[in-house]
């Protein structure tokens, strides 16, 4: 055959789609490189398959999936692989889902794609709890195999959304979990370079059996031939739900019709509203709404607590004497708790020892006694809990009846429902404690005032020992005469506040602000404050404040002022440009001990404990209303006789203050009432 014949003959053959072959491939791509929706197959036109139901949970929509038909939910490989029957070779899969909780030992399954004569896994995705297994069928060797590659610490039991990208090559295998940092898997088995789907079909929630049916809900389901989906995902400012391919029944709410015609996808949402008094929000009540007929407004849960989606603004018009709580002496501090599945509780610090301290729980809208614990002059309480432990930490100032010095740990026992002893700590005049974790760890600092006649004394954090089950000392700062811890975040960094209050010749002294650093805290910024006895930090919008109580000025070395105790105390704004607080506002206060923050509707409000003017200590506690430009201003004057702590707390009845008094067995319940 000549030459230009043969040329002929071969461009004829390539014309008519002969191609070339290769290896038993042809020239031609198996996939065009674009999303192969796999939800989208399952989902006939103009309606749902048989065995799905669409929900709405946080405003965004997915599919239920029924256990009791599971290869109605399926459809053959070839309606997504047209040019050839070969799985790609490299790949990302992408899925958004909404996982509700695994019982341990149990593996539901995303999807899987499979043999029709074979009960075989060709490619699958199924989790469990914590951890993320990705299966495919290795047919190299004879009679081929199955490999898994699995992704622990992988948490998505959360009922949140997640978005998930499953990138594939070769023997590499990366995860990225709403655009975090991606978990990276390299096998001995590489993902087979031409793995059959000839005659297989996709499963969407499970094997093609009712056993492992995907019980949570699903939103996207996504192949990607060729290419990390990543960069592509990871460009939305909602990662949990970054889209790539989703079915048009889940998106946006169709367009109301203009005439009668039903809209052309129909939803269900699984939420439910409650009525009446406010009921309880756990895990179980969580994304159900409740409705507060008195407050004519609209509640959801998050797990924990009822958050406000709608309602009538409140405004704050006048405080009314609701309760004379009779205490069992004079109380220096109260913390106010709630104890999940309980009730609401206040604690208050006395005192005298006998009869020591008190706790009280509400009940039909009233604080009545609880429990009593032995303390020694207690000056407040902490509520905190570590995991599903409960703790409630006294401060004791004075030294026990052995002439030993130590503050308690108590623990709440669920058997006994109240307060037993759980580690006493070595304080040394201890005025207050502090809780909080970091990088969930869990720390406890607490304020020793002096020891002997020695105010520049060490204040110590304790770091919670999870083997031991106790707080071990992680490290000690210097501190004078301290009153108060105050902790707080501000984006990535956690920061304490101490009030250092007298050094042994004077209250004008720096009290410290320690940002933590490299696994300690360490000093951020010194600010000079007068007998600084509680920090209170607070935020209206996207802006941070922190106020000082000042509570009297003192210098052994300076005249006497006119009034030790008529000083400002001052609020300072966070300057994040210059990356420290400076002064907002100075307000005249009457040996300050305690701020208390709280909002009412829209308004937000700062409450100052006044204890003595210089003559009386039946002195007026000031309520100042947040007006903006103008700082706070005076909006409520009351009358308190020593005060030394407030509390805001609010119940299904409504918002409540109590103050506590220094100077009389009395501490007052105050309501807000409101317009």
Excluded at 642 to 655: L, M, N
Aim: charged letters at 20%.
């Amino acid at each position: 055959m000549s030459a230009p014949l043969l040329l002929w003959v071969i461009l004829f053959h390539w014309a008519t789609g002969g191609g070339f072959n290769r290896a038993g491939r042809t020239w031609q791509h198996c996939t065009d490189l674009r999303p192969l929706d796999i939800l989208s197959e399952v989902v006939p036109a103009g309606g749902l398959a048989r065995g799905m139901r669409v929900f709405q949970v946080q405003g965004v929509r997915g599919f239920q999936l029924a256990a009791s038909r599971p290869r109605a939910l399926g459809f053959p490989a070839s309606r997504l692989f047209v040019h050839c029957d070969r799985f790609p070779e490299e790949f990302s899969i992408i899925v958004t889902l909404r996982v509700l909780s695994v019982p341990a030992k149990r593996n539901e399954y995303v999807f899987t794609l499979m043999a029709e004569e074979s009960p075989s896994v060709l490619v699958g995705l199924r989790y469990g709890p914590d951890k993320l297994h990705f299966l495919f069928w290795s047919q190299e060797r004879a009679g081929g195999w199955q490999t898994r590659v699995t992704f622990p610490n992988v948490s998505l039991s959360d009922n949140q959304w997640h978005t998930l990208v499953l990138a594939v090559s070769g023997q590499s295998f990366s995860l990225t979990v709403d655009c975090s940092v991606p978990k990276d898997v390299v096998v001995e088995t590489p993902f087979p370079a031409s793995l059959s789907v000839k005659r297989a079909s996709f499963y969407l929630g499970n094997r093609r059996r009712r056993k492992g049916v995907f019980t949570g809900l699903l939103r996207q389901l996504v192949l990607l031939p060729g290419a990390d989906a990543t960069p592509r995902i990871c460009t939305a400012m909602n990662f949990k739900v970054a889209t790539l391919s989703v079915p048009t029944v889940l998106q946006d709410l169709p367009v109301k019709p203009a005439s009668n015609e039903v809209l052309k996808y129909p939803y269900e949402t699984d939420t439910k509203v409650t009525l009446g008094s406010r009921p309880p929000c756990t895990k179980q009540e969580k994304a159900q709404f409740w409705f507060n007929a008195s407050r004519r407004g609209l509640y959801l849960c998050n797990g924990s607590t009822w958050i406000s989606m709608l309602e009538v603004k409140q405004k704050l018009d006048y405080v009314e004497e609701y309760q004379n709580l009779v205490t069992n002496s004079e109380t220096m501090g109260v913390e106010i708790f709630t104890i999940p599945k309980v009730g609401l509780f206040a604690a208050t610090a006395n005192r005298y020892t006998p009869p020591g301290s008190a706790i009280y729980k509400w009940t039909d809208g009233k604080f009545v006694p609880y429990q009593n614990i032995p303390t020694y002059q207690a000056q407040s309480w902490k509520y905190f809990t570590i995991g599903k432990k409960i703790f409630l930490a006294v401060a004791n100032f004075e030294q026990n009846d052995r002439g030993q010095e130590f503050s308690v740990i108590y623990k709440w026992s669920r058997r006994k429902e109240k307060f037993i002893t759980y580690q006493r700590i070595t304080t040394h005049s201890a005025r207050d404690w502090e809780a909080f974790v970091i990088e969930g760890e869990a720390f406890l600092a607490v304020v020793n005032h002096r020891e002997g006649n020695n105010h520049n004394i060490d204040s110590v954090i304790y770091r919670w020992n999870p083997r031991t089950g106790l707080f071990e000392t992680n490290q000690t700062i210097p501190t004078s005469g301290a009153y108060d811890w105050e902790f707080f975040t501000i984006g990535p960094y956690s920061f304490l506040a101490v009030a250092n209050t007298f050094n042994g010749t004077s209250t004008k002294i720096y009290s410290h602000i320690y940002i933590w650093l490299s696994g300690s805290f360490q000093l951020f910024q010194s600010i000079l404050t007068f007998g600084a006895a509680d920090w209170e930090v607070f935020r209206i919008g996207d802006r941070v404040f922190l106020a000082v109580a000042n509570s009297h000025s003192y210098d052994s070395g300076m005249p006497a002022p006119s009034n030790f105790y008529a000083i400002n105390s001052s609020i300072y704004e966070l300057n994040i440009t210059a990356q420290m607080f400076v002064k907002f506002q100075d307000l005249l206060t009457y040996s300050a001990l305690d701020w208390e923050f709280f909002s009412v509707g829209d308004d937000s409000f700062l409450v100052v404990a006044n204890s003595f003017d210089g003559f009386t200590f039946s002195v007026n506690s000031i309520i100042y209303r947040w007006q903006g430009y103008e700082g706070f201003v005076a909006a409520h004057h009351l009358p308190t006789v020593g005060c030394r702590d407030w509390e805001a707390f609010h119940t299904a009845e409504g918002s409540y203050l109590l103050y506590s008094s220094a100077r009389e067995p009395l501490s007052k319940v105050l309501k807000l009432k409101t317009t």
